[in-house]
């Protein structure tokens, strides 16, 4: 027997990236697309794209998996379950959390998630580093030691209870990064809003999930995004803001961006596809809506495509947060929380392609490249992944989504994988579905059926990289030129 040219071959697909559209062949060799072109050699797997598009997989780039949040419990994912849902949405790569809380050390953090995550993962994973507790050792010893190992994101909370830093050490988290050159993203919202206005409600009976949403006023985002944004200029320091919600929140970082900031942003498909009156269900069924922050206006929809459109926004990710409806999860403290008491977060980590490519492909808003490269090679991009994730050429890794354009389904509960085992998409008909995928050319989902074994996914080294890097542009309090020579960065 002659030797196959290829391991596999994805024959007579169109291939579309953030900047191309063919109709080509795209053959694999070692887990690699090794050849792009038209009547490639034989590969030991022939797929039949005829038909089909073939894109880049998914780089979902903030998603908690496995993770213990901000509601002092774990998701009701494992890094199986979670992993296999993004599979069967098209999405190969995932950067969740190693989330430090108070009192815990972060190398330990990072290596039990490192663990977890080796057992379970059946695509390439990543972390970003949460830090709750900025000690001394933690700045000055662990961030530089893992940084140099390959974690160049750390991510800071500028509200909740239990996790949010103040602004003063939020200062010394910048700093220490600029100093390890690693990205540093925020949930940024006024906490003392937050705070006053849940207090209030609550003393006052509303207690219902609808009122979560205005119990983060609107105004709570773009404030703490001008004073992160403030923050950054002083150190320096390259900024991605979280989950944008609000039509201001996307004018602060337009201005930020006008004025040659390196501030990135990132949307979600809950503040694209839903509003505030989604929380509005009888009893505490809103309770399956609830994210912080919460969606918004149909408004603040528009200015969120808008601010893609113009790319101050660069990222759609899911912030998949799984909760299930039950006393594990969403109802952990009995049948009838008030709003406080209920864990925020959706899952989101398999509709988030499907949401897009229907909202994006099918109906046309911002088109075929402009879904890749938000769903894709912009998070590999900004999270220096690229060019081995994020798009398709030769040398990538061959992480490939063959979607099926044409086919129509009905979002349903029981058809998501993860383990919160409902969707707040339930009901919605989208355009569009990945029907196999690849990760570094092993096919994962054939068909709709998982071909993939628990841990056969990879952990993802990452150096901050141009992204992370500081403008060097300092500004005059800091700036020994300008500030009677004090040396403060
Ligand atoms: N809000 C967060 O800050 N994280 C997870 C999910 C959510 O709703
Ligand atoms: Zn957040
Ligand atoms: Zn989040």
New binding site residues.
Partial sequence: MPELAFDCVIRGGRVATAVDDFVADVAIKDGVIAAIGRNLGQGGVELDAKDRLVLPGGVDAHA?VEQL??AGIVNSDTFESATVSAAHGGTTTVICFAAQHRGMNLQTVVGDYLALAKKGAVIDYTFHMIIADPTEVTLKEHVPALVLQGHSTLKV?MT?DLLNVGDEKLLDILLAARHTKALVCV?AENHGMVSWMGKRLVEKGYTAPKYHTISHPRGCEAEAFNRLIAFAELIDQPIMIF?VSTAEGVAAIRQARGRGLKVFAETCPQYLFMTAKDLDKPGVEGAKW???PPPRTEADQEAIWQGLALGDLQVISS?H?PYAFDATGKLMAGDHPTFKQIA???PGIEARLPLLFDAMVSKGRLGLHKFVEVTATAPAKIYNLHPRKGSIAVGADADIAIWDAKRQVMLADNLMHDGARYTPYAGRTVTGWPSTVLRRGEVIVREGELTAKPGSGTWLPRAGGAPAAPLGRLTADVDPGCNFGAKLI
């Fill in positions: 908690h949040s901000a909370f909740y949930h989950h609830m994210c912080s912030d947060a925020n977060g959706l």
